[in-house]
């Protein structure tokens, strides 16, 4: 193969060359357009970028209209919450907007350190270190744990920073069916052989469908084949376990049985960040050569300062995660009273209400829209297309009239829309 002189990189295989550097004629340039014509022809408008005029918990405000909200992550009401406020403020007025450097050369503060700390103990292991983006917490720490001559396993319905930082890392990547700890097993039997390290990487509550990996029996496997362990808490953080410390206090099992936790500070903690935490081994070598840490700005104050107020606050009002558990059950209850399909959700603040059409959950969330709920719709390609769906992330700031009213208006109009899907397809 042929190979470029400065670079000792392969060239690509030869190529139609592009005349001009011209955005608009890029193949998936012209798909996004075509998706978008695609959705305006609808007549409900795009559902995307919609602005929220205030703090978003259990209410939002969208062009001065007050709506009920199952659009958002702060699921624990933290974000907004006056003492979370106020510590930002604090870290802003004591340390500045910003730590202007890289942690490791002159960014470092003192409550970077105690943040680390917590989080560790929170999740029951010995270290942890943060990084200014959960996405990117992911990519760089995937992306350099593992690499080439090794083997990235994880599940089907994994995060995007998951599968961009298994494409980065130069491993051999490969998903496993959604939380079929069976088949990984099985597949580790005929292949682990063949690899120096093997990564599998799962999540604490998957955030598409509600449902959880059941942790302690991937633990069995990764133990049985010398494999790696990475569960992301993205979800799970703050919002499973007895009070909130996540998918290992649901199980009540060893936190040090899992080699890699992973969470991010954007939804339970109100703040913005990523995390990893686990032996002080693997903590101290992210500190010293993570690209996304050491190359990148450490976090700033508000958010770090956010993060450690969110984390007291939580177990100084332990009752919020009860109340967010009981606002799910309820949720989910009604939904399945009243026939709707929520797939395999249970147990966590995320409901599916899988619509199976794209037109008819777009459809829906405008309805709704209009009683003053404010719900995302999952359309194609997101999902596949019979998967496409309403997701209502429940927070424990809803009430109980908010989340009846909301079932209610949710099984009214799809029976509606239900009935002129199959008549049309009729
Ligand atoms: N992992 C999972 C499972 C996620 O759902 C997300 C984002 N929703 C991320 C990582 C990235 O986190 P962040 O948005 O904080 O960058």
């Known amino acids: 193969q042929p190979v470029d002189a400065d670079s000792e990189t392969p060239a690509a295989p030869r190529q139609v060359v592009e005349p001009e550097f011209d955005i608009s004629q890029f193949a998936e340039y012209r798909r996004l357009k075509a998706t978008m014509q695609q959705m305006a022809m609808t007549g409900v408008p795009n559902p995307y970028f919609t602005v929220h005029e205030q703090v978003v918990n259990d209410r939002t405000r969208i062009d001065g209209r007050e709506l009920i909200s199952f659009a958002s992550y702060n ?242 009002e332990p009752e919020r995660v009860q109340k967010l558990r009981e606002n799910s059950e309820l949720f989910l209850s009604l939904c399945q009273d009243r026939g709707l399909d929520t797939g395999d959700s249970g147990q966590t603040p995320v409901v599916p209400v899988i619509t199976g059409n794209s037109m008819v959950a777009l459809r829906l969330s405008h309805r709704l829209k209009a009683d003053g709920i404010n719900v995302q719709p999952i359309l194609y390609p997101a999902v596949d297309e019979s998967a496409a769906r309403l997701r209502f992330f429940i927070t424990c700031e809803h009430s109980e009239d908010q989340i009846r009213f909301t079932v209610d208006r949710t099984a009214h109009h799809l029976a509606e829309l239900g009935f002129q899907t199959a008549s049309v397809a009729g």
């Open 75 to 316: 699921y624990l009401g933290m974000s907004g919450h006056p003492a979370v406020t106020a510590a930002a403020a604090e870290a802003v007025k004591k340390y500045g907007t910003s730590v202007s450097a890289s942690r490791l050369v002159s960014g470092e503060k003192p409550i970077h350190g105690q943040l680390e700390q917590l989080i560790a103990d929170w999740v029951g292991v010995d270290a942890s270190i943060t990084m200014v983006g959960g996405h990117a917490t992911n990519e760089t720490t995937i992306g350099h744990l593992v690499g080439h001559g090794d083997l990235i396993i994880h599940d089907a319905l994994a995060h995007n920073s998951i599968v961009q930082g298994a494409l980065l890392s130069g491993a051999k990547r490969r998903p496993f069916p959604h939380n079929d700890y069976e088949t990984l097993d099985r597949v580790l039997s005929d292949c682990r052989s063949q690899y120096r390290r093997v990564l599998i990487v799962i999540e604490g509550v998957y955030s598409m469908d509600g449902d959880f990996a059941d942790v302690p029996e991937f633990v069995k496997v990764k133990k049985r084949h010398q494999a790696m362990l990475m569960v992301d808490e993205a979800h799970s953080f703050g919002t499973m376990g007895e009070t909130g410390h996540g998918i290992a206090e649901h199980f009540a099992m060893d936190a040090r049985d899992v080699d890699i936790w992973m969470g991010t500070l954007s939804k339970s903690a109100a703040s913005c960040g990523g995390y990893i935490a686990g032996s002080k081994e693997l903590i101290e070598l992210l500190r010293y050569t993570a690209p996304g840490f050491v190359f990148s700005v450490g976090m700033p104050p508000a958010q770090v300062a956010a993060a450690i107020a969110s984390l007291q606050t939580l177990d100084a």
